[in-house]
């Protein structure tokens, strides 16, 4: 894709498709200047997070989060994943669902949606199969299929909530992949 950022953005914006819609997250400004060239050319309708969509309120009591799409208040369950960033990640997916012109979900099964919604092997506690059976009750065995330095980010954060624990880290990547980066968030 490219060794910078402007460079990846420029790969991944070459699918826009002329007269289509584009949910885009959080960016940093230069990059949104890029996309949002692209766009106009592309005569594409852009739902920027913080301009036409954004999370306005998290409220964890509750289990759930206020989404702000275009002037309407959303309440959407927070996902039963680990990581805070899923908050955003399915903020944006319901987003995209917004955007589809044919398609007309209630928020009801909007909300049943994002709270079964499960992605295995990221941050997932296996607790059942042949290694925990050799473990027993004696380890808490997780695994995730994380995979760039951002991933790396995610998993580090959450390992930080065990720091009381012994931890032990086994780390598998194809040929390729940017291990030394990865470990570094460690």
Known sequence: ?????????????GIFREKTHSVISQKKEKINKVIEQKAKTNKVDLFRYGKEWKIENIKKDLGIYILKFLN????IYIPNMAGKHQILNSALAVSVLMTLPNIKLSENLIQVGVKNTFWPARMQQLKEGKLKKILKNNFEL??????????????????????KDDIFLILGMVKGKPVTSFIKKF
């Open 1 to 13: 894709l490219g060794n910078t950022l402007d460079l990846i953005c420029r790969e991944k914006i």
């Open 72 to 75: 309407k208040k959303y309440k």
């Open 142 to 163: 997780w695994v995730d299929g994380g995979h760039n330095s951002h991933a790396s980010m995610i998993i580090s954060d959450y390992l930080k909530k065990w720091k």
